[in-house]
């Protein structure tokens, strides 16, 4: 959780990392999800590291095949959003002092079926013991085009902002993994906690995105965040109509409840959608790619001159009441 | 620390992860350093990741800079070892609760140093808050000749086994960093302890490893540990004669004094120097590669047909005592 003393970790990678990455033209001065290594002459290899930690990214509770499969989705999110296509990854696993067998066979089962699920195979890596919370360190790799990754950056005026499948389902997810949310059923409240334990990247979706989105990235910090990291990056405004954005029906009966779960809605990250910037005259491509990938892509705003995150409620300007959630 | 209620790591990575990198080509079912991924025509990229925990693999006194360069360090020997010439790297930042934005500043410093000295350059990774220990994660990439990367496999009977610099200085480093050696002069014990505190892996020599080595690797588990799994991959035994290891003026001395502490020097980890498999008709361009380095190398055994590691000392079988250190 973010400290008002302190920095933030946007901040943190602008003033002490991305001056260490500014030599490195792939890394897009660490303000895209990936970072694209030259492989061969046709293509690049997208690289994103990610982390979780207990008791911070997942509940202490979770069971080690999601563990595995949270840690490896986060990182496949990241490619999606990149247009890359899995291919390998390295493992870093901090097991805590008093770590059972049984544990890392759950986490490696979990690995395996993630591993057939997304076309993607671990290639090395490290184990240690550590005297804190078990971290799970994943780098993913995937294939993109030569210089056709996508990144944050690129969006232009005009563009129409996508999102896909369905937002918000995963911050009222884990309000009701924590007992909250009794208002509506228990079966809505189960739908909503799977999409935070579990998140289900678009790669099937992302890896169609090349030559048909300018920019993309996942929904991790939330949507408006996300929304906003591309229009920061792309050096442009953001505007996002609310009841254009796409929710479950499970998140639709929660927010008849309490309106006041639109913060959450928005606001809160681990959708692991993806937000893509598309010229208007690609919205059909984008459809067939939508179509072909098995996910729903809706229309919710447009990118414009100017700059920050611009929200309308019926109409009217509504307030952006969190830059999205801070695991940090 | 290794419990004996439990499996080790290279037992655990055998039954639980190897399988998982089994389709994988370039990993090498996980038995060597590095991992190889295909690059453009002519190159691979040599992959590797490490982790390094507070309390565990540095001292939780440890100033920020020296961690930043104890995290590349141990990364950058392990593409030494594979014979690869550093290129870009991720890093993964698990910082404590009360972190200090000063402390970041310092580690910065530290990362910034060290990448113009090993012309390596940060291009991503991820920070998160933990409520355990400081924890490092770096993903180091490299460039070898399509094909060529070194591993612990392909020596062969009747080659030599090689050593760089010299051995066991860590080891006493940490004995003395904990307030031991009292026997042998402060300017020694500051020397041993700058060897722990401080690798300098053997990149130099790495890179021009290629075509004269049959097989490398870093010494981070002990000579004794690390040779032994050359041996192991490359399905051959290992004959060190003790009295041709390297060793340091100030290692010297430790051991008039304390012969019982052979048992660090052989055993204990964190040299980051290299063993190497060489054709005895290639010793002299390992030598030739070695001048060019400015590093010393040392002939200090052979690999010949059947299991294991024997050691002599004077002649005589000596008994290997410790596996190695394990982190574990």
Known sequence: ?????????????????????RTFAGAGGLESDNAYLPADGRHD???????????????????????????????????????????AYQLSLALPKGWQERWVAGFARGLAADQRRYGIVLCGGDTVVTPGALTVTITAFGQVPRGKGLGRGGARAGDDLWASGTIGDAALGLRAA????????????????????????????????IGIARAAADVSDGLLADAGHIAATSRLAVHI??????????????LIVDPALWADVLGGGDDYELVIAVAPRRARALQEAARQARVKV???????????????????????????YVHF
């Not at 990214?57 to 840690?71: G, I, N, Q, T």
């Not at 009794?182 to 409240?189: L, N, P, S, V």
């Not at 109509?241 to 929660?254: D, F, G, K």
């Open 45 to 87: 290899i997208a690289v994103k590291t990610d982390t979780i930690v207990s008791g911070v990214h997942f509940l202490d509770d979770e069971s080690p095949d999601r563990v595995a499969a949270k840690a490896l989705r986060v990182c496949l999110s990241d490619l999606a959003a990149g247009g890359a296509k899995p291919l």
């Open 178 to 209: 924590r007992g909250a949310l009794k208002a509506i059923g228990a079966r809505d409240r189960k739908v909503l906690e799977d999409r935070y334990r579990l998140p289900r990247p678009r790669n099937a979706l992302g890896s169609r995105l």
């Open 241 to 254: 109509e609310r009841e254009r954005v796409p929710l479950s029906t499970a998140a639709r009966r929660a």
């Open 1 to 21: 959780m973010a400290s008002r003393r302190r920095i933030g970790e946007f901040e943190l990678i602008a003033r002490y990392f991305a001056p260490l990455a």
């Open 298 to 324: 809706t229309r919710i705003g447009r990118f414009a001159e100017g700059r920050g995150v611009h929200l309308t409620a019926g109409g009217r300007a509504a307030a952006v009441a969190r830059a999205g």
